[in-house]
């Protein structure tokens, strides 16, 4: 089946710096490095490289022709990804010496996706098909209301965090994906935590802890270990997992078995600078023996 992300996309200049700098410093970076990058790009080609097949809706400026021919190369399908008269996205992405990142983004083309290009894509959806979004886009709850309403199943991985977006697309939300720290946020906000919440799939991804399922249809809960490994760049690793997930759920695998290797990927993923030019393929995961 297809997995159709309304996602961004993203060019990501990446500094490597000592530490993250504190308000009023001024800070020499070692190196400077730009790639792909976007929530949703990564996760798009998290899917394609996890061997899914992958629709990526989206938009760039005439300046981001070249990250749309880069999704081709990667194996993801840009027939809708719409060229908009904005500047493309991009992020500033500060790398630390234990690869921990901090990131500005310039939202551009991404919050200008037509509404006409996301019904033109969904449009060619069948049933079975999955829908997949995270808070990078404009048309989020239009969206996912659209998907659902044509029998999709909808996935959320509610980053970057805002409890406003996440309550307006909750009600058209089958999977929910969120780290601990926005779990808390949506519980403040919301007054419900993970097993509460009225979606039948949620996982919280605990970092260097692993992730938990919750399996609100049978009200389980349910730890997956994290895999042990020295971190040299975390950006899209979070990315990638949720890509892996989709991409081996959409294969038929049982979510505890999509989980498992989506751990791996994450864990393979950290050890690599960069996002979207890196994720690693089906068979490098595989092979991983951290
Ligand atoms: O999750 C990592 C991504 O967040 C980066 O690639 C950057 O573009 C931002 O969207």
Same mark, same amino acid.
């Given at each position: 089946m297809t997995i159709w992300n309304l996602g961004s996309i993203n060019a990501d200049h990446v500094y490597s710096v000592p530490?993250? @700098?504190?308000?009023?410093e001024t800070l020499a970076a070692s190196k400077l490095a730009t790639g792909l990058g976007g929530k949703g790009t990564n996760m798009s080609v998290a899917v394609a490289r996890a061997a899914g097949r992958v629709m990526h809706i989206g938009a760039v400026g005439a300046d981001g022709r070249w990250a749309a021919q880069r999704l081709i190369e990667y194996g993801v399908e840009t027939r809708y990804i719409a060229e908009v008269p904005v500047l493309t996205g991009h992020a500033i992405i500060y790398v630390d010496a234990h690869g921990e990142n901090s990131i500005v983004l310039f939202q551009g083309a991404n919050h200008a996706i037509p509404l006409d290009t996301i019904r033109a894509a969904l449009s060619e959806a069948k049933t079975g098909d999955r829908f997949l979004l995270q808070n990078?886009?404009?048309?989020q709850p239009e969206a996912a209301q659209l998907a659902r309403d044509m029998g999709l199943t909808v996935a959320y991985?509610?980053? @970057?965090?805002s409890a406003a977006s996440v309550q307006a697309v909750l009600p058209f939300t089958d999977f929910l994906i969120l780290n601990e720290v926005e779990a808390d946020q949506l519980r403040t906000a919301s007054g419900l935590g993970p097993a509460d919440l009225p979606i039948g799939d949620v996982i919280v991804t605990l970092g260097a802890d692993g992730s938990d399922w919750f399996d609100n249809k049978t009200r389980q809960r349910l730890h997956f270990d994290a895999l042990r490994v020295t971190p040299v760049d975390t950006t899209g690793a979070g990315d990638t997992f949720t890509g892996y997930v989709l991409a081996a759920l959409d294969r038929g695998q049982p979510m505890a078995q999509a989980i498992q290797l989506a751990t791996r990927a994450g864990a393979l993923m950290?050890?690599?600078?960069?996002?979207a030019d890196v994720i690693p393929d089906l068979s490098e995961v595989t092979a991983f023996r951290p």
């Open positions: 530490h993250i @700098p504190a308000p009023g990078e886009t404009n048309l991985a509610a980053a @970057p965090f950290v050890t690599r600078p960069g996002a």
